[in-house]
């Protein structure tokens, strides 16, 4: 595997990896170490950072740890100050190894910063702890006195859990000299004494002798135990019992139930009577096999009553003994075997995960680390780790179980932004058990793809004389990528149009790419606009795609048409062209040239003859602008034509010009001038337009003259109407002139002063009396005169008749 490196960078429980290269190590060599059991808690142990090569005081910069292991007690400890290993618990030899000649600890250490794994053991070593003990203290063996010297009697043995020197060495016995010990050593090398009769007994002699038994280690201090042996003299029994077997071996099953009969052992004895009746009995059994197993004393019966796990102890051993009344006995072995079953589903502990990281990261990145374990053996404790198929990762054995989680394929985040990775753990028993758990790993994303238009070339269209500042068209591109990777700002590549800079026509809004015209086009100036289009986004480094643009001018009838021919001249005349007075129908007498700016059907030209000085005689073609006869010429023809041409292009509005072609008969240039002479200098006829127009005018002029008239006559007439009053007897003094003007001037005054009238019928002495109590201070009353000036009174008079008419006029 390669050798790689990575670095971590957490803040604020979001974990930012940057990957500088992928890393999985197994060191293939180990750490040993060697400490003796019972050592006080925090003992050290071994200075672990130097032995990995790691500065003690940055061990917890490098992540050095121990991955625990599931279900068991974790003895040891780092020592992040110093860098060194440290017991955690009191450590028994003895209870965790049992009687395993190498009682060996190990587990792993990782070093995150390099992510290797280093195997560490710690073997512990036996001391002294233990001292020889017999299960009971105090034994009685019963002997015939019919025993012959030479005879042979199993004593009960000492349990000491030390191994080597420090278990049980040798065996002493006193108390007696009818007596002597025989210590023989076993196939696994475990001792045990055998009573060896020397004299003969008599019962009547002696009947009890009490010896005592010692069990001696080889430790250092020397431990030793004893036990008493009481020996009892029976009287003759001529036959002692006999196992059928002298071993006796059974297999069960680990899940055997409670009180379930594991074997049933069985002696006999040709004796009757008492000397014939046998009891069983357990003869070296461990206390902790006298917890799992009960013996019945008459039917030799072994039942369990205790819980079997192979796991625990496959194997166990332990002597029956089966002894008459007559003290006579037998022993035998009884080996039960544990049969392993697919009772433990296998265990999966995490020892390190990242839970995020790059889409960028290279094949083979370790993602975690992980133990599985199983407490089965053999086949039942086989296990296969497993993951889903079809996902861009795979899982590698490393040793002792570990497996590593690396990457597989590529990652890519716009695919798949983030993986449920179930791990299964498989044993391969029957049935078989599993166990899984389930990693969520979120792919981070990196600024790995550039921003996408929809289409690699764009076309738009636009109207020329657009106005200043209008948006023309947006552009969008897509980014797939996550956060500021995907944001992003769009620009114009600059370029020219024409002789200009092409920033000078258009630009774009960085953030919506909506593109805005800075100045009018115009089509007749340009067609089309060329550009390219930047997106780029904020990743870094940031990414960019281009896209080319390319911008139509539409066209728009902006531009009427421009004649070419005739050239109007300078001088404000118009050219001259000849027909000759022998041409015949559809003679081309001049042709009218006319462009148009515009193009398509804006630019499409068509001509008319709008006004001639003999219509019918000439022909405009539509298209071509040709001016043509129509007839032969006559005598009566006037040879100045003059001929308004209209060229009008097919925009919608229409827009038009005109132009005069003056077409004069003569075959040449000198009859021209002849022709001329003898025409007279007059006006040219008008047309009837012409002269309806002045006779329109005419008649607005009467019309006008004869209204000044009339309002003239009024104002005369009322003119001399005041002049009629102004000459009568009545004289306003000290009146303001202001309220005697003309007519209404004096209705103005009578409305504002009451007066007493006196008229006489037929008569010219009528007068008018002004009374003192009903004027104004405005005027100054005086009497009436004797011959007063007669007041104009409008009407026939009565000379017949007179009558007086008196009336009070209030005005």
Not at 247 to 255: D, R
Not at 642 to 654: A, C, R
Not at 754 to 779: A, D, H, M, W, Y
Request: aromatic share 8%; proline share 5%; with cysteine.
């Amino acid at each position: 595997m390669g050798k790689t490196q990575k670095l971590w960078n957490c803040k604020e429980g979001t974990l930012q990896c940057l990957i500088l290269v992928v890393v999985w190590k197994v060191v293939s060599g180990q750490i040993h170490y060697s400490i003796p059991e019972e050592m006080q808690k925090g003992s050290f142990v071994g200075n672990i950072a130097k032995d990995l090569g790691v500065d003690g005081k940055h061990v917890s910069e490098r992540g050095l740890r121990l991955v625990p292991r599931t279900g068991m007690i974790q003895y040891f400890a780092f020592n992040f100050n110093s860098g060194h290993l440290q017991t955690t618990e009191r450590i028994d030899r003895e209870e965790i190894c049992e009687r395993a000649e190498r009682c060996i600890i190990s587990f792993q250490v990782i070093i995150e910063s390099k992510l290797e794994i280093y195997r560490v053991e710690v073997e512990i070593t036996d001391i002294n702890d233990n001292t020889p003990k017999f299960s009971l203290g105090k034994k009685k063996l019963k002997i015939s006195e019919s025993s012959a010297p030479g005879s042979r009697f199993s004593l009960p043995k000492a349990q000491d859990p030390d191994l080597g020197m420090n278990s049980i060495q040798s065996y002493q016995l006193r108390g007696s000299n009818h007596f002597s010990l025989d210590v023989q050593t076993g196939e696994n090398g475990a001792r045990h004494a055998e009573l060896v009769l020397e004299k003969s007994l008599d019962r009547e002699e002696q009947s009890v002798y009490d010896l005592i038994l010692t069990a001696t280690d080889g430790g250092d201090p020397v431990r030793s135990g004893t036990a008493e042996i009481q020996v009892i003299v029976l009287d003759a029994n001529d036959n002692a019992p006999v196992f059928t077997q002298p071993v006796y071996k059974v297999s069960v099953k680990e899940n055997v139930p409670k009180g379930s009969t594991v074997i049933t052992v069985e002696a006999t004895d040709l004796d009757e009577g008492l000397n014939g009746e046998i009891k069983y009995s357990f003869e070296k059994i461990t206390e902790k096999n006298s917890k799992l197993f009960i013996l019945n004393s008459t039917t030799g019966t072994i039942t369990l009553i205790g819980n079997l796990d192979y796991e625990e102890s496959s194997v166990y051993e332990f002597e029956v003994k089966a002894e008459d009344g007559g003290g006579l006995n037998d022993l035998t072995k009884v080996i039960v075997s544990i049969i392993d079953l697919n009772d433990n589903a296998p265990e999966l502990a995490i020892s390190f995960f990242i839970n995020t990281i790059h889409e960028n990261s290279p094949t083979g990145t370790v993602i975690a680390l992980l133990n599985a374990q199983d407490k089965d053996s053999r086949i039942n404790g086989e296990l296969t780790c497993s993951i889903p198929n079809k996902l861009p990762f795979q899982l590698k054995k490393s040793t002792d179980n570990f497996y590593s989680l690396v990457t597989h394929n590529d990652l890519d985040r716009e695919q798949v932004a983030a993986y449920n990775i179930t791990i299964t753990a498989t044993d391969h028993g029957t049935p078989p058990l599993s166990a899984s758990t389930l990693l969520s790993l979120h792919i981070l994303d990196t600024n790995d793809n550039p921003p996408v238009f929809a289409e690699s070339v764009y076309s738009f269209y636009i109207p020329e004389n657009n106005p200043r500042g209008a948006s023309i068209f947006s552009l969008e591109a897509k980014d797939p990528d996550w956060a500021e990777n995907s944001r992003l700002s769009y620009s114009i590549i600059e370029g020219q149009v024409r002789n200009s800079l092409l920033s000078s026509y258009v630009s774009i809004n960085s953030e919506t790419g909506v593109v805005y015209a800075l100045s009018p086009f115009d089509y007749e100036e340009f067609q089309e606009i060329r550009f390219q289009v930047k997106a780029q986004d904020r990743g870094s480094p940031p990414l960019s795609s281009n896209v080319s643009v390319t911008l139509f001018i539409l066209d728009q009838n902006d531009n009427a048409p421009v004649i070419l021919y005739p050239s109007p001249p300078s001088d404000g005349s118009t050219g001259v062209e000849l027909a000759p007075h022998s041409s015949d129908p559809g003679y081309l007498v001049t042709k009218v040239v006319a462009v148009d700016a515009d193009s398509g059907q804006n630019g499409w030209l068509s001509y008319q003859l709008i006004k001639a000085t003999e219509p019918g005689l000439f022909t405009v073609g539509l298209h071509t602008g040709e001016i043509r006869t129509t007839r032969f010429f006559l005598e009566k023809d006037v040879l100045k034509q003059s001929l308004v041409i209209l060229v009008k292009d097919n925009g919608q509005p229409p827009l038009s010009v005109s132009v005069t072609v003056t077409v004069v008969l003569a075959d040449s240039i000198p009859d021209i001038l002849t022709d001329l002479s003898s025409i007279a200098v007059s006006v040219d006829p008008q047309s009837d337009l012409t002269f309806y127009l002045v006779i329109a005018v005419a008649f607005v002029s009467c019309l006008f003259f004869a209204f000044l008239l009339v309002l003239l006559a009024l104002r005369l007439r009322k003119w001399r109407n005041s002049q009629l009053c102004d000459s009568g007897s009545v004289n306003f003094h000290g009146v303001p002139a202001s309220q005697f003007v003309g007519i209404d001037g004096v209705r103005a005054f009578l409305r504002s002063y009451c007066q007493e009238v006196s008229l006489t019928s037929g008569s010219r002495k009528s007068q008018i009396l002004f009374p003192v109590g009903s004027c104004t201070n405005t005027l100054t009353p005086q009497p009436a005169p004797n011959n007063p000036n007669p007041l104009l009174i409008l009407g026939e008079s009565n000379t017949n008749k007179e009558d007086t008419v008196t009336d009070q006029v209030s005005l």
